[in-house]
């Protein structure tokens, strides 16, 4: 009886420690690059050692351990790349931040502790990523009031010709970052639950079998009512984010690749229409096109990017060695464009790269989750953070019209960096309960081989 004891005690899968292990060393490596990216930019801006480098260190370890303690108390066996790539992303786009606006810097800083505590707290809430199941019409409602909040008069305030922020005292908001994620638990929830309904054909039209459409009736009201705010509010990104979302989620929940062929026929009208009825969409794609004709008017920002990422070239200027300041709203919408001229293709390729493996890491964490709830709601997480990241940078290199929508973790902004340190902590959990359930199957496994012998 002993033996058995001891033996079981010695098999004890130690799959958590290793990557709270593996987690702790790419946050201090994380760390360190952050850190010494701060001093190089003070040294070639200022010629000398910044004087808050101690302060900017302690800080910089003192988040990272405080999200990783977190993750080692709440989910031990979560996947061990995500928060250090989060870290990374963070503190490069604070770098750039104190060599092109140190107030916005100070703020940022603010915003991530502030983000950090927010996903301490939403692992601490949250056991269970499928509670969120129960809870699908209180959350589109949420999802749903959020977006409306800037229309309310003296509430919601324009900025740059789009009406997206709330403003309380002297601070902004932009409620549509937290309703993306409601939205998306309401579709994961009910595309599972009406899975069979929206994927069985049971109605006939001709020789031909289609989904009954009644299932329908709940997701178009919702959808319609997104879209139908979103154009009062005069935004494209965040629309085109959500019709996407709803769009993949739709296809991978009922494998019918006819509802893409449907929505992106939708997309192109929608494009057509919304480029003959709203001034701000017209402007963008002609822009897009050619924005040297417009390089002194409407383009000038794009241009300028432009030639900011060709004198980057391959290496960059070097940090604090170029010129980004010359592109106007450099800080939010256009950082990944100042990111290619100081540390050129090179740099830009490394935060490319951050996200690929962001989304892998969700991806992943859908593949092992342990509710088909759970699964959908991941990669639909996954899908929001790749696609906000894809259309800002892809609009800053003129691969598609630029969107409005700001780089995830490294753009200022304090309300999308807390509703996406929300995200990476739902991710996390769906994470840790796949990769911990899969832990106990293995122990059980060797347990009982164990008897045997």
């Known amino acids: 009886m002993h033996s058995h004891s001891s033996r079981s005690r010695r098999l004890v899968p130690k799959g958590r420690r290793?990557?709270?292990?593996?987690?702790?060393?790419?946050l201090l490596i994380a760390s360190a690059i952050i850190v010494a990216a701060y001093v190089l930019t003070s040294l070639a801006t200022k010629n000398t050692i910044p004087a808050n480098l101690k302060l900017t260190l302690a800080a910089t370890l003192t988040l990272g351990l405080v999200a990783h303690l977190a993750n080692r108390w709440l989910v031990p066996d979560a996947d061990p790349v995500?928060?250090?790539?989060?870290?990374?992303?963070?503190?490069?786009?604070?770098?750039?931040?104190?060599?092109l606006d140190p107030g916005e810097a100070r703020l940022q800083a603010v915003w991530t502790a502030l983000s950090v505590?927010?996903?301490?707290?939403?692992?601490?809430?949250i056991k269970r990523s499928k509670d969120l199941e129960r809870y699908r019409y209180i959350l589109v409602v949420l999802g749903l009031f959020l977006l409306f909040l800037p229309m309310i008069p003296h509430i919601g305030v324009d900025i740059n010709g789009a009406r997206l922020w709330i403003q309380v005292g002297r601070f902004t908001f932009q409620p549509v970052e937290a309703a993306k994620l409601a939205l998306c638990a309401f579709f994961a929830s009910y595309f599972i639950?009406?899975?069979?309904l929206l994927s069985t054909p049971t109605l006939r039209a001709g020789?031909?079998?289609?989904?009954?459409?009644?299932?329908?009736?709940?997701i178009v009201v919702g959808w319609g009512v997104a879209m139908l705010i979103m154009a009062a509010e005069k935004d494209v990104g965040f629309a085109l984010l959500i019709f996407l979302m709803f769009l993949t989620m739709l296809w991978l929940a009922t494998g019918r690749f006819g509802y893409v062929v449907v929505g992106v026929i939708i997309f192109l009208g929608a494009t057509w229409?919304?480029?003959h009825l709203f001034t701000q969409v017209n402007v963008r794609i002609v822009t897009w096109l050619d924005p040297w004709k417009?390089?002194?008017?409407?383009?000038?920002q794009l241009v300028q990017a432009q030639y900011a990422l060709g004198w980057g070239g391959l290496g960059g200027t070097g940090l604090g060695l170029g010129h980004p300041n010359l592109i106007p709203v450099v800080t939010s919408d256009f950082i990944f464009a100042a990111i290619g001229e100081e540390l050129g293709l090179m740099g830009t390729s490394i935060v490319i790269v951050a996200f690929l493996v962001l989304v892998g890491a969700g991806i992943h964490a859908g593949l092992r989750a342990r509710s088909e709830f759970s699964k959908l709601f991941a990669v639909g997480l996954t899908i929001v953070l790749g696609l906000q990241a894809f259309f800002i940078m892809a609009g800053i290199v003129r691969l598609l019209p630029l969107t409005g929508m700001t780089l995830p973790f490294v753009a200022y902004g304090g309300s999308a960096l807390l509703a996406n340190y929300i995200l990476i902590a739902l991710l996390m959990r769906i994470s840790h309960e796949g990769n911990h359930?899969?832990?106990s199957q293995d122990f059980q496994e060797l347990y009982d081989s164990s008897l045997q012998v």
Not at 193 to 196: D, F, L, P, S, V
């Open 207 to 218: 020789n031909y079998l289609l989904p009954d459409p009644r299932a329908f009736g709940p």
């Open 437 to 439: 359930s899969e832990v």
């Open 273 to 275: 229409l919304g480029a």
């Open 294 to 300: 417009y390089a002194q008017t409407t383009g000038y």
């Open 18 to 26: 290793p990557r709270r292990r593996t987690e702790l060393g790419l």
């Open 82 to 99: 995500i928060l250090p790539t989060v870290i990374f992303l963070n503190g490069l786009g604070y770098v750039m931040l104190s060599r």
């Open 117 to 125: 505590v927010m996903y301490a707290i939403t692992l601490l809430i």
């Open 193 to 196: 639950e009406k899975k069979e």
